[in-house]
């Protein structure tokens, strides 16, 4: 059995546009505490407006950490953020602050949390024949096929995650059994922290309303300025930063593919999507409390006080 960890970390979690990093601010001043980010995309430097990444004066007020680790052109893996939000940890938990872990990413929570899943090793001829299939049937079919053997993890994945749906295939294919479930497995064997999570309950009409506000207020305060910047510096479009939702519709603006008006249309309703995919992620969570944000704060700041004391 494996020993209760010490160090205590509060994670915020739940869908885009729900309100995570406001949350975790005011709970930041009132436990004394320091954020780290768990968002993919708030990694990467440059990437301001598209991501919501808290302001210059937010970050002033509270220390946050892995924000603009990286380069947009720099790989960055769920075990890199694992290894660098541990380094993090420690250093603020060493300066006798509090920890608060927000963001969406639900694999990097998983990966800080529970360690990465032993999966088996896969094999390279396996691997370049599923990519090989890919090319010629699609994206989408690689999915549905995916549904099939494991509808469980089909369910979290967008068609444009091929690493993924690939790499659950494989698993399925070498083993015969799905991904999810070595995961589920692998979830009760370790656990790396002491944790408190709290996830953002947002009616979805609401939430939906909020995304559709959020990216009109993110081209009005300049994104395809950002991204014009980000291109002319050199990172291409076929970066997967730059291939991330807001930025690629952006950039296709700018070529000429497609009108503001499409690009806005189809960034809101891939933001929409992503949201519901990491709904279906988090809700399979039993750790997960989930709360109404801002009308319940009273309640999730005393259970964040009864959990650190």
Not at 32 to 43: P, R
Not at 138 to 164: F, I, Q, S
Not at 262 to 286: G, M, S
Request: hydrophobic residues 40%; contains cysteine.
């Amino acid at each position: 059995m494996n020993s209760i960890p010490t160090i205590k970390i509060l994670i915020i979690c739940g869908p885009t546009a729900s309100g995570k990093s406001d949350l975790a601010l005011r709970l930041a001043h009132a436990l004394d505490a320091e954020i780290v980010n768990a968002d993919s995309m708030q990694l990467f430097r440059g990437l301001d407006i598209g991501t919501a990444k808290p302001s210059p004066d937010q970050q002033a007020e509270i220390r946050h950490h892995l924000i603009d680790a990286v380069s947009p052109d720099q790989p960055f893996s769920a075990a890199d953020f694992a290894a660098s939000a541990d380094a993090a940890i420690r250093d603020i938990v060493n300066r006798g602050k509090r920890v608060i872990v927000a963001g969406g990413t639900g694999l990097y929570i998983r990966a800080l949390v529970h360690g990465l899943v032993d999966s088996p090793p896969g094999t390279s001829e396996l691997r370049q024949a599923l990519h090989d299939e890919a090319a010629k049937t699609g994206n989408e079919a690689m999915l549905e096929k995916l549904r099939h053997v494991d509808p469980e993890l089909a369910a979290t994945l967008h068609p444009n995650n091929l690493v993924r749906i690939v790499r659950a295939l494989e698993v399925y294919q070498l083993t015969g059994i799905p991904l999810s479930r070595h995961q589920k497995e692998h979830a009760f064997a370790t656990r790396r922290y002491t944790t408190l999570q709290i996830g953002i309950s947002v009616d979805r009409t609401e939430l939906y309303t909020r995304i559709d506000d959020r990216v009109e207020r993110m081209l009005s305060d300049g994104l395809l300025n950002e991204v014009s910047g980000l291109l002319s510096a050199g990172y291409g479009r076929d970066l997967k930063a730059m291939r991330s939702i807001g930025y690629k519709e952006a950039a296709a603006h700018l070529s000429g593919e497609l009108s503001i008006k499409e690009a806005a249309a189809l960034i809101k309703r891939d933001t929409r999507h992503y949201a519901k995919r990491q709904l279906t992620w988090f809700k399979a969570d039993p750790d997960i409390l989930w709360f109404e944000y801002p009308e319940k704060f009273g309640i999730i700041l005393q259970q964040a006080i009864e959990f650190f004391e």
